[in-house]
């Protein structure tokens, strides 16, 4: 299923996949009956840890949960402008439209840690979309799962 790509839309995908996501990865303890990530002394699935000095946080799954989610990510690359030159761009799936319209995408500064980034967008063409304001060519962005790291970090599915 292809995500939408309005604000509107994305907010309500977003609720929809972050409660099904606080589902799936409530079931990531152990497969044999043990117990399950939320009770004492196991890892949870999913964490957000505050970045000090900031507003933003990082959020931080296990391997087994970013697999059941099916995280996935791509480069910031530089690509041909159409009128000479170059522009940075990102796959438009990478995206992430808040409730109030902000523009952000997921980077991944180091494996399964994901922090929120604001974009401003320039123009979308085809899967592309320039970004005006954004991440450095190269950081990783993630382009599948960015509206369960939403939900993680905000809290939505009860797993923060």
Known sequence: MRQSHTPTARCREAAALA??????LSACGSSSGGPAASEPGT???????????????????????????GIQT???????????????VVPVSAVYYDGDGGTWVYTSPSPLHYVRASVRLGAI??????????PAVGVLVVTVGEAELYGVEYGVGGEQ
């Open 74 to 88: 791509a480069p910031v690359r530089r690509a041909p402008a159409p009128g000479g030159g170059t522009e940075d």
């Open 125 to 134: 063409t085809g899967e592309s979309v320039v970004l005006d304001q954004g």
């Open 19 to 24: 409660l099904a996501l606080g589902l799936a």
């Open 43 to 69: 890892t949870k699935p999913a964490t957000a840890v505050p970045i000090p000095g900031t507003t933003m946080t990082t959020v931080i799954l296990t391997a087994d949960a970013a697999g059941r989610v």
